[in-house]
């Protein structure tokens, strides 16, 4: 009897999760807002999911004078207030409290490096957590190079390989750094310089909260999952694909960050580079952090560089003026708190990038970000090319004037919110003629799971205790990524107000965008 042809299972996605090693977790900038939004609440979600070890400590560090009980009581208030699994339990609380410890002092103080020695020293004593370390980086990004130097100079960073390292001290040390890395390529080639002094590179886990999102990863398992997308998923069959991260909210008391950032620094150059990549790379031959990190960074090399010339032609870039946003009215960018007078910093990008490689020649990507938008959205369109003979004709529907083509296929990952995946089709609407009207064929997370997806930060911290850096972003890929948008940087820097955009808040960006995208027959697509 024949066998059915087995496929081969070269390196299979881990389906389950293991327990980490029991380890301790040093936070620096405890005090700070991504700390109580993000980081407890993370903690306590892997807490409640058992996911963490039985033996294990946080120790947060910050300037701000405070005991071990007053940190607990505001991480618990923290926890009270953002966790997504309301109301807290106090029972898993409280395990989770009793091994929370608080460290004060200044990020250049050796003398707190040497406390913070002596607390780990003790708690690695009573918890019996060996000595693995992770020392997270949510501290402003100015102090990211003196936190590593201090650690390394107290000799608070073990071997990179636990096979390499000394006898007395066979455990591991990581390092996770949060965003910004560096404000160009420059200043992230030089931060890595720092960095590696003390860590060798599979010790450091960059992160991109985006490639934490299960939606995110969804893009992966929903193109090398299924045999039925990948032999459309080039140029012969794609017409363009379109990467929106659409924001309603304003600067949100951020404007002394986002003045010095703007919308290419803050979203471009890591989130949607990082969905770019994922969408356009080659499947991977093992699913091992290695492979799938290279496939990533071949995409990113073959993006055709931007010519500093030319950035007029390749992107568009606008500030917000006062306006009405979902119902709430935003004053002008210009006017918010901590925000120069005079700023030009852009609150909304759009760019195409052409991706020069086999598969997406003549493809474009086109990337477009904003805040104070009409709605808060991130997708992915992919636009499939119009089928070559137009056999039907539409069918009177909303948006369509007779005349106009027949809608093209349009797959759409979105990311969130209703994070789901839709295919629009053209179907045949009742009656007595045939013709076209364009339909959805969809698949909703919540529907099929039951489930709101974690939260991104979960997974994250869960993967770097464990020593799995797939989700996190290697030094090339991030050196590769400010080397893109480097140019559009500096281009936008030296024209000053030149060329700026204004749109009112609430809008669909400037009118320049607009035309920007109309100049190549094509359209945005708003949802
Ligand atoms: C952050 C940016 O990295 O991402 C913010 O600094 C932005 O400006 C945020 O609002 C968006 O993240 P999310 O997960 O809400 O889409």
Known sequence: MATAPVVPEISVAPSRYEIPQAFSLVIFGASGDLTRRKLFPALYALAHDKLLPERFAVIGFARR???????????????????????????????????????????????????????????????GTCGNRIYYLATPPASYPTVVAQLGAAKLVSEPWP???????????????EKPFGRDLATAAALNVEIHKVFHETQVYRIDHYLGKETVQNILTFRFGNSIFEPLWNRRYVDHVQVLVAEDLGVEGRGGYYDTAGAVRDMMQNHMLQLLSLIAMEPPATFDAEAVRDEKVKVLRAIRPIDVARVAELAVRGQYVR????????????????VAEDTTTETYAATRLEVDNWRWAGVPFYLRTGKALPK????????????????????????????????PNRLTLRIQPDEGISLRVGLKPPGPRISLVPARLGFAYRDTFGVDPAEAYERLLLDCMLGDSTLFIRRDEVETAWGL???LLQAWESAGRDGLAYYPAGSWGPTEADRFIQSAGRAWVNP
Do not use: N
């Open 323 to 338: 306006g009405t946003a979902r119902g709430k009215r935003l004053p002008a960018y210009a006017d918010e708190p901590r």
């Open 65 to 127: 004078e405070m005991g071990h009980e007053a940190f607990r009581a505001e991480m618990r208030a923290a926890v009270d207030e953002f966790s997504r699994l309301r109301p807290v339990q106090t029972e898993i609380w409280d395990r989770l409290a009793g091994g929370i410890y608080y460290v004060q002092a200044a990020f250049e103080d050796p003398a707190g490096y040497e406390a913070l020695g002596k607390q780990l020293a003790e708690l690695e004593a009573r918890y």
């Open 163 to 177: 096979e390499l390292s000394s006898p007395d001290w066979p455990c591991w040390s990581r390092v996770i750094v």
């Open 485 to 487: 948008v480097t140019p």
């Open 376 to 407: 808060q959205v991130t997708e992915v369109t992919i636009q499939y090319r119009r089928p070559p003979l137009r056999l039907f004709e539409h069918a009177p529907h909303p948006g369509h004037k007779p005349g106009d083509e027949i809608e």
